[in-house]
């Protein structure tokens, strides 16, 4: 008799059965890796417009303001936001404002004083309500779904010193 060539139907059922199930355990950490990439483009797209921030400021010779809000971009004023919505910026968002020469600017926000006295006169000098604290230059985009986060840390020359991944809840 003659060998037949080919195979069977049961070895067709049998052979999608098995990459089926294969496929349906690997699914979940595509999903992941959606995931990952997403936040590793969200913090290189960040750490890119610092640079483009700073390279135009110096260009230009004028201050270039790095907003994280919606909004249209100009010459001296960028703004930033996550384009995914279970990603998003957990550092304090105080404007980041890079000189005419590239450095950065040195960044403040009001906090209330601790050792305020509400018994004495307020004073700016000896018994001020409010006192400046310097924000650091560190930015954390944070992945809710993944639990995990990038920080991005930038030099007073204002050049990107790195971008490390931090484990644990945003």
């Known amino acids: 008799m003659q060998k037949v060539k080919g195979f069977t139907l049961i070895e067709l059922m049998v052979t999608i059965a098995v990459v089926s199930i294969v496929a349906i355990m690997a699914a979940p950490s595509f999903g992941n890796a959606i995931k990952k990439q ?3 483009n969200t913090a290189k797209e960040l750490a890119y ?3 483009q921030a700073r390279a135009q400021s110096a260009a230009l010779r004028k201050q270039v303001t790095i907003k994280f809000t919606s909004g249209t971009n100009d010459a001296t004023t960028f703004y930033w936001t996550s384009k995914y ?7 304090d968002t105080t404007d980041v ?4 020469i590239g450095l950065v600017t040195k960044r403040n926000k009001q906090i209330d004083n601790p050792s305020f006295n509400p018994l004495l006169p307020e004073n700016n000098t000896t018994n001020p309500k409010k006192i400046d604290q310097v ?3 560190v930015f954390t985009v944070c992945s809710t779904k993944l639990a995990t986060s990038k920080e991005i840390s930038i030099s007073r020359t204002g050049v990107i010193e ?3 991944n931090k484990a644990g809840a945003c």
């Open 97 to 100: 404002v890079f000189q005419p």
């Open 38 to 40: 997403q936040l590793n």
């Open 85 to 91: 919505s279970d990603i998003r910026l957990t550092s």
């Open 49 to 51: 417009l610092f640079g």
């Open 162 to 164: 790195k971008i490390e």
């Open 135 to 137: 924000v650091p230059l």
